[in-house]
């Protein structure tokens, strides 16, 4: 890994670092200001491949400190409350109750627009000025997204939208600005802004021990925003061991850095959908990706292949699917099909039923050789079925240009997934 890393290192580019240059000087400087010391060894630089990160100077070992954030240089609910907004969230009369990442994703996009006169304006200058999350998407380009996609787009963008309006009839009739007169909701909180700052928090915000708060809030109060951390970057082969006292929030790296590599923390065990969804980006050979299956697709492969099964298909056979969640999960991933999956398709396509027999069958994963020969069977069918589906889906997305950063990542992670679908063909059925 450390090899890897030092290849990384050694691709800078050397000219895009400017921009980066002066706003991590000035969050640093503004940090130490704040008698925040950031480790000597831990410094910022741009990556080719990742763009923005941290890399070491030393030799770090297991277990080594990465960072220890003062808990005041964290932006959590109780700062939003403190601050000149902090009162429209708090007034009895709302009927709903706010999320932790609408109420700082309001809180970013009010201090953005105070400029230089915020506390906060070094952090939010060293911000990226764009993201590449799906929310970014052109309607033209999210019609062109395989449908398992798109659903996860719409989700996506529903909570934006619904956050936003919440947010537009919280500031109601406070129609100028007291601080610079402009109109709040066209200029301040207009919903560019808005969304951008809710991007922000999407992608950057770290889970902090939950506390109460003064918010009616819908969701636990363990949002936090934190400057300098936010520029570790993520990979999947890495732990972080997180460390929270009254005062401080701090990292541990779980594995080894080589000197000058960058060094990388782990956002959690995610899948390349959850990856691109959530932080927008994608990564090779993710050994937690998954390609999603649905219920329809395994059923028209049966019904294609085991015709008399499906006729006599009963109704206790769906209440065990039911019963045991046996829809949930449909999935491939580099292990192959998932546990669900395989249960799915035997109930599909078993002969005969009795419920006992079969639930011992499925979790046992005791299965007499004729009925493994038709789960295979079906296996084989649908990747087949997938792996063409996939490859069309690759074909037509490549068609679509010029297309934006955020699409190309989608049609880079349908690659990476028809790639995951072609080893697991070759891996089950390909003789050797
Ligand atoms: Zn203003």
Redesign the pocket.
């Known amino acids: 890994m450390g090899r890897l890393q030092r290849k990384r290192k050694r691709k800078w580019k050397k000219g895009v670092v400017e921009d980066g240059d002066s706003v991590c000087s000035k969050l640093v400087q503004w940090m130490g200001e704040k008698d925040c010391a950031l480790p000597d060894n831990i410094r910022w630089a741009y990556f080719n491949d990742t763009g923005r990160g941290l890399f070491s100077t030393t030799y770090l070992q297991k277990d080594s400190l990465l960072i220890r954030l003062p808990k005041r240089l964290l932006i959590t609910v109780h700062t939003v409350l403190q601050s000149c907004i902090g009162n429209w969230f708090c007034r009895a009369d709302h009927s709903q109750a706010f999320s932790n990442q609408q109420v700082l994703a309001a809180f970013i996009t009010w201090e953005r627009?105070?400029g230089h006169e915020s506390r906060w304006d070094a952090y939010i200058r060293s911000l990226p000025r764009e993201y590449t999350t799906p929310l970014m998407l052109s309607g033209r380009e999210k019609a062109a997204l395989p449908t398992y996609l798109r659903d996860g787009v719409h989700v996506q963008e529903r909570m934006v939208v619904e956050a936003y309006k919440q947010l537009v009839s919280t500031i109601g009739k406070r129609s100028l600005?007291?601080?610079?007169?402009?109109s709040l909701l066209a200029d301040?909180f207009s919903f560019p802004s808005f969304q951008w700052a809710w991007n922000t928090v999407n992608t950057r915000a770290v889970y902090v021990k939950p506390t109460t708060s003064a918010v009616k809030l819908r969701d636990e109060n363990t949002l936090a925003l934190a400057p300098f951390l936010d520029l570790f970057n993520h990979s999947c082969l890495t732990n972080t061991t997180v460390e929270e006292t009254a005062e401080a929030y701090c990292l541990f790296s779980s594995g080894e850095w080589q000197p000058n590599s960058q060094v990388f923390i782990s956002y959690g065990p995610h899948s390349n959908c959850k990856l691109y969804l959530e932080y927008g980006f994608v990564v090779r050979s993710n050994p937690h990706d998954v390609v999603p299956v649905t219920a329809e697709e395994v059923d028209q492969v049966v019904n294609s292949i085991c015709e008399v099964t499906s006729k006599t298909f009963c109704k206790a056979r769906n209440e065990l699917i039911q019963q045991n969640r046996l829809t949930e999960n449909l999935c491939f991933s580099n292990e192959g099909p998932s546990f669900t999956l395989q249960a799915y398709i035997f109930l599909r396509a078993a002969c005969g039923f009795d419920k006992n027999l079969f639930q011992q069958k499925i979790f046992a994963y005791e299965f007499t050789e004729v009925e493994r020969d038709i789960i295979n069977k079906i296996i084989l069918g649908l990747l087949c079925d997938k792996i063409e589906d996939y490859q069309q889906q690759v074909s037509s997305m490549s068609q679509l240009s010029p297309c934006s950063e955020s699409f190309g990542l989608a049609r880079t992670l349908v690659k990476y997934h028809l790639e995951l679908l072609e080893c697991i063909h070759k891996k089950l059925f390909m003789v050797k």
């Open positions: 627009h105070l600005c007291e601080h610079c007169g402009k301040v």
